[in-house]
């Protein structure tokens, strides 16, 4: 927690360095995130996640062509972990109670974010279009998450796979951000942006049962989304 502490100043003063910026509030759609499994084969697979946040930032003009951009986020980090039917080595029929997606919204965090931007079109014909590229940090809260796959007979049920995320560290995460920005109305910005980090945000475990040779292993999630951006200037 004294890591968040340290960093929420630092975002409060960027935004109050220049009044002569525009501040933009709004909210993101990312999607991406996908988790990443040690020795498991195909008996889990990595689907694409859907997750947002809350955007807001000061947006200064440089000159004619260069714009600076810094801000912050608040977010749910979302994952989903998707196992093949083939974990079920118990059932002779379709169980109606076995579940092979498990999804999770409970981590939440902070970021911090200082991008550059260049004007590529700049026409009185055509909207405004920028470029932007930049990076910051990431700051995870605490999260603990543990989910199992059970199925069951008229007698009894068993655990046949079962799981555990937790918050990989409480250090803050680097990241890059590169987007394209438009105002497609006097003060609506819409934009695409792509946010690479390089440090996983959450780590696990996972354990098959019931199985020949069951596997196990660890499980990673790295943040990095493809987002849908749509602020407001005020």
């Known amino acids: ?5 340290a960093f929420l ?3 409060i003063i960027l935004l109050s360095l220049d009044t002569k910026g525009q501040m933009h509030i709004g909210i993101s759609a990312d999607f991406g995130n996908a988790v990443e499994y040690s020795g498991v084969g195909s008996l889990l697979k990595k689907p694409a996640t859907p997750s947002g946040s809350i955007i807001f930032f000061m947006k ?3 000159d004619k062509q260069w714009s600076l951009q810094y801000g912050g986020s608040l977010g749910t980090l979302g994952y989903w972990i998707q196992s093949s039917g083939d974990a079920d080595t118990l059932s002779t029929l379709n169980d ?3 579940l092979d997606w498990y999804s999770d919204y409970r981590t939440i ?3 911090g974010h200082l991008v550059f931007g260049r004007s590529i079109i700049n026409s009185s014909r055509l909207p405004k279009l920028e470029l932007f590229l930049g990076g910051g940090f ?3 809260f ?7 796959m059970i199925t069951c007979s008229p007698s009894t049920c068993q655990t046949v796979f079962e799981y555990e995320m937790n918050r990989a560290s409480e250090n803050l995460k680097g990241f890059i951000d590169l987007s394209i920005q438009s105002y497609v109305l006097p003060r609506l910005l819409i934009g695409l942006r792509y946010r690479h980090h390089f440090e996983p945000a959450l780590e696990g475990t996972y354990n098959f049962y019931y199985m020949v040779d069951p596997p196990s292993g660890n499980i990673t999630l790295i943040q990095r989304a493809f987002s849908l951006l749509c602020l407001y200037e005020f």
Do not use: G
């Not at 927690?1 to 502490?5: D, R, V, Y």
């Not at 605490?142 to 199992?148: F, L």
């Open 109 to 111: 965090y902070a970021s």
């Open 1 to 5: 927690m004294t890591k968040l502490f």
């Open 142 to 148: 605490e999260s603990q998450v543990s989910q199992s």
């Open 138 to 140: 990431t700051y995870y």
């Open 96 to 98: 109606p109670d076995f």
């Open 60 to 62: 200064e003009q440089i």
């Open 9 to 11: 100043p630092f975002t």
